[in-house]
């Protein structure tokens, strides 16, 4: 009898609710794209998460952004330090800087959240990077994603360029050196170069003006642009359909894994448990940037070791590297920093952008691929990938030589020129080796990396010499 | 068993006390600058000369003092392997107690400055000073560093604080010496309490990977985050196939 009337009154809801939904819909028109969306076809294979790995990164970056937002101030005006940490207490310096400290002293849970910013930042552009090499080597940015890849490059840019930004918000010590270097490098530019400098930092350095403008750019411009990327690079993700590698039953046609309702949602929600575990984990048991340690910044003071983060550190590895020459174009002088600090930066970004079309000058290939190239399937692209790879990896070394020479116990200088011939040398050599063994593998499509014989490498020519006879 | 009672142990205390003391007045190597000028004539004199003279790379010990014969011994960089060999800190070769021996025989030698008494300080000020005078060679966090022209400023971490106060004035190897108008004694206690806060605060907030910046923190961000996430979908992506 009850159970009768409740099944009524249930049914009743239900019916309104359905009609609720329906004149919802009749205004939205939504149901047509959640129902897209939800039978929407991931691939399983693992390397399609890298890209969910920069994107949870994202989310926890947000969510640990905001909280400490509701405590830095981004402000280089002065005032007293009256919190915990004993070397600080009661001295005078810059609301930013005090107010960092207190974020690591006196804020509960505030260390671990600025920890765990700190790192989920570093491993955001890390799989940014990691994702980005499994769409070069895979071909993945081939037409029709061209536009894609774009997007994905900018969105690289813009993740370094905001990284850079909120490094140097707490006015310490490394990230004021970090500053100047990035203003001696505004001022290296010809013809603009002082003009640009006066832009950034609102006059001579350090002045008052970049810690409220960095902030500005960090936690509104650049994550505002980088989520609507995001939103654009997905939209077009779906619009398109993703790639997948071949197998049986796939073609160009169409995507063989799974749905993302319910199991696909289910994976990915496990993932961004494990990015927040991890971030968490790192953020409450490794410490990262004791800003306390380095100190307020003081033009006057230094401190060495002195690095950027690693996004950064290729970059001050090309500085530190290239030796002091100056010289003119068209009767302007062209300060050193200008080639390692603003060309070499540009081109990389230049050819990163270009590359998908550069890649069908190499391959020759223009048509439209819904199925990716296994890496090995264009030695060429795997040379560039491999030389580009090791090239970059090495600037990163370099601009750690002090480091290096504390390790090995060699003068830094030693290291320095070293490294200078090391940097030119060995990425061609390594290009030259994946070069090699990217075509022995394609002479023998069966076979792995760790199986080849070296019997397979030099005769790998002759085998596709074969084939391709074969094959007419 | 019955336990002994005062009056024994009182006694036995007694006897033990008379016959330290007894061994002791038998033991002419009691007096620091005997026991010093033993120890010396068996580590040192070869070297340094039967009476501190000095002789080819290793200078004359006459008049450098107990602060610098106490900061080469309590830093374990004397005796030198070998005389052309690069002083650095390590284990002490001596205990407390024949170092002080060994400092009083090469005061004995003549002269020199005193092992300094280090008295409290302001951190604060010591934060100040030492990241202006000392962080451009030890680092921010006192692990140390590469020298640009070679070799390394050691780590300050598990320095003494006299160690300290002597190193300032004596200038080991490649570090200048500060003189007392360059930093005042107030001025050094004040660094010593410094890097007494830095050690203190070194773990805070976990681990240091070596309190070097952005170089351990890179490579723990690549091995131990992405790597233990690409583990992670490693898992997921063979549950799904």
């Not at chain 1, 939205?28 to 390397?47: C, G, M, N, Q, T």
């Not at chain 1, 008052?208 to 500005?216: D, Q, T």
């Not at chain 2, 690549?222 to 196939?241: C, D, E, Q, T």
Request: glycine share 10%; charged share 15%.
């Amino acid at each position: 009898m009850i159970a009768r009337w409740v099944r009524r009154k249930l049914e009743e809801k239900l019916r309104v609710s359905r009609w609720g939904l329906r004149k919802l819909d009749e205004r939205l028109r939504i149901a047509s794209v959640v129902r897209e969306a939800v039978a929407k076809v991931f691939p399983d294979h693992w390397s399609f998460m890298l890209g969910e790995i920069a994107l949870y990164a994202f989310v926890s970056l947000l969510l640990t952004g905001t909280f400490l937002a509701f405590f830095f101030d981004p402000s280089s005006g002065e005032r007293i330090y009256a919190g915990d940490y004993a070397g600080l207490h009661n001295s005078r310096v810059s609301a930013a800087y005090a107010s960092a400290v207190e974020l690591s002293f006196d804020v509960r849970g505030g260390l671990l959240v600025r920890q765990t910013h700190h790192w989920a930042a570093l491993i955001f552009v890390a799989a940014i990077v990691t994702h980005m090499l499994r769409n070069f080597f895979t071909g993945a940015f081939r037409r029709p994603r061209e536009l894609n890849w774009i997007i994905g490059v900018t969105l690289l840019v813009l993740a370094i360029a905001n990284g850079f930004a909120g490094y140097s918000l707490p006015d310490d010590l490394l990230s004021g050196t970090g500053l100047r270097i990035a203003n001696s490098i505004a001022l290296s530019m010809p013809i603009v170069g002082t003009w640009a400098a006066f832009l950034l930092f609102g006059g001579e350095f350090p002045g008052e003006s970049i810690i409220p403008r960095l902030y500005i750019l960090h936690v509104l411009l650049l994550p505002g642009l980088i989520a609507a990327l995001i939103g654009a690079h997905m939209g077009i993700l779906i619009r398109q359909k993703h790639t997948h590698f071949a197998g049986p039953g796939r073609n160009d046609h169409n995507v063989v894994g799974s749905k993302m309702w319910p199991t696909y949602a289910f994976r990915s929600f496990a993932l961004l448990s494990a990015l927040f575990a991890v971030t968490f984990a790192l953020g409450g048991l490794v410490q990262i940037n004791p800003v306390w340690l380095w100190g307020p910044f003081d033009p006057g003071t230094a401190s060495a070791p002195a690095q950027p983060d690693w996004f950064m550190g290729w970059l001050e590895g090309a500085l530190r590297l290239y030796p002091p020459i100056e010289f003119t174009v068209f009767g302007y002088l062209v300060p050193a920093p200008f080639v390692p600090g603003v060309l070499l930066p540009g081109l990389t970004f230049a050819i990163m952008y270009v590359w998908p079309w550069l890649d069908r000058l190499i391959t020759k290939d223009r048509a439209a691929h819904h199925l990716l190239d296994r890496p090995r399937h264009s030695p060429a692209r795997m040379a560039v990938g491999v030389w580009a790879l090791s090239f970059y990896g090495l600037l990163l070394l370099a601009g750690s030589d002090d480091v290096l020479a504390d390790l090995m116990g060699l003068p830094v200088l030693t290291v320095m020129k070293t490294m200078r011939i090391v940097v030119i040398v060995v990425p061609f050599l390594f290009a030259a080796a994946a070069y090699a063994l990217a075509r022995a593998l394609r002479a023998n499509p069966e076979q792995r990396l760790s199986g080849l014989r070296w019997k397979q490498i030099r005769k790998s020519d002759v085998v596709e010499e074969e084939t391709r006879h074969g094959g007419s | 068993m019955r336990r002994p009672t005062p009056a024994v142990c009182l006694a036995l205390a007694a006897f033990a006390l008379t016959a330290v003391a007894g061994l002791a007045a038998a033991n002419p190597a009691h007096d620091p600058v005997e026991r010093g000028r033993q120890l010396y004539g068996a580590s040192c004199a070869g070297c340094h000369g039967q009476s501190g003279e000095g002789f080819m790379t290793s200078p004359s010990l006459r008049g450098v003092g107990a602060a610098s014969a106490d900061f080469q011994l309590s830093t374990g960089r004397m005796p030198l392997s070998a005389p052309d060999a690069r002083p650095h800190p390590r284990e002490p070769a001596f205990d407390h107690q024949d170092i002080a021996a060994l400092t009083a025989f090469v005061a004995s030698l003549g002269g020199g400055p005193q092992v300094p008494a280090v008295g409290p300080g302001d951190p604060r000020k010591g934060r100040t000073l030492y990241l202006a005078s000392c962080a451009s060679c030890h680092s921010a966090s006192g692990v140390g560093a590469a020298l640009p022209g070679g070799g390394a400023a050691p780590s300050l971490l598990n320095t003494k604080p006299t160690q300290v106060a002597e190193a300032v004035r004596l200038g080991p190897g490649a570090m200048p010496a500060f003189d007392t108008k360059t930093l005042t004694e107030a001025e050094v206690n004040s660094i010593i309490a410094y890097i007494g806060t830095v050690r203190d605060e070194f773990r805070h907030g976990g681990a240091a990977i070596g309190g070097a910046g952005p170089v351990p923190e890179g490579l723990v961000a690549w091995v131990i985050g992405l790597g233990v996430l690409i583990l992670v979908i490693l898992f997921l992506g063979r549950r799904a196939s």
